[in-house]
Structures are given as structure tokens and as C-alpha cells.
């Protein structure tokens, strides 16, 4: 089973920076793709950034491009988010996703999903 453990969040002023880290661990999990989703209170979870096995190819939400990098580093195993020029509307609870197919991880529900991790942005 892959476990997916979030970790990086808290709270910063309007146009702050914070960089989430995603611990990954499973059979094959230099295989996946791996990337973040987010969900706001009364809001549907939505896609933020994903980043494909081999880190050839990324693909971002357009509510965050230019602001928001993602990166891995498969020698650890580890995804990241690194997220600058943040905005009251990103607050939520981010969570690491990771999947063997694409599409799946961009366009629908991952197979693995972490616990998530908070982001809170003021104004």
C-alpha cells in the first residue's frame, strides 16, 4: 500500500511563502506520479499541481501558475510544493496525491491520498 505523509503547512501573511513536503513510500513509488490537491471549507476538492514519474513533465492549476512550483526528488522519495506571492484564497487543507496513471491523477480521484496538511493565509 502507498502511504503519502503531508508535512510544511501553516499560517502566513498575504504574499508570504511556505514549501509542503509529501513523504512517499510503497511498493514501485518511483513510479507514480505524484502531485496535490486542495480543499477549502464548503468548497469541492480541487487540483493544484502534479508532477509526472521521471519529473519530465509538470502541470499546474491556473489559479496558481506562476506562483507555485512543484519538484520531487526520487533519490528520497519525496514530492514538494513550493508555494510564494500566497493569497487568502489558497487557504486549505493540502493534500499529496499519487497515482500510476496520469490522467487519474490530474483530471480524476488518485488512488493514494495523505491525511493533508493545513495552509492558512491572511489578508
Known amino acids: 500500500q502507498v502511504q503519502l505523509v503531508e508535512s510544511g503547512g501553516g499560517s502566513v501573511q498575504s504574499g508570504g511563502s511556505l514549501r509542503l513536503s509529501c513523504a512517499a513510500s510503497g511498493r514501485s513509488i518511483s513510479m507514480y506520479h505524484l502531485g496535490w490537491f486542495r480543499q477549502a471549507p464548503g468548497k469541492e476538492r480541487e487540483f493544484v499541481a502534479a508532477?509526472?514519474?521521471?519529473?519530465?513533465?509538470?502541470a499546474y492549476a491556473d489559479s496558481v501558475k506562476g506562483r507555485f512550483t512543484i519538484s520531487r526528488d526520487n533519490a528520497k522519495n519525496t514530492v514538494f510544493l513550493q508555494m510564494t506571492s500566497l493569497k487568502p484564497e489558497d487557504t486549505a487543507l493540502y493534500y499529496c496525491?499519487?497515482?500510476?496513471?496520469?490522467?487519474?491523477?490530474?483530471?480524476?480521484?488518485?488512488?493514494?491520498w495523505g491525511q493533508g496538511t493545513q495552509v492558512t493565509v491572511s489578508s
Open positions: 508532477v509526472s514519474w521521471n519529473g519530465g513533465n509538470t
Open positions: 496525491t499519487g497515482d500510476r496513471a496520469w490522467t487519474k491523477l490530474v483530471v480524476t480521484s488518485p488512488q493514494a
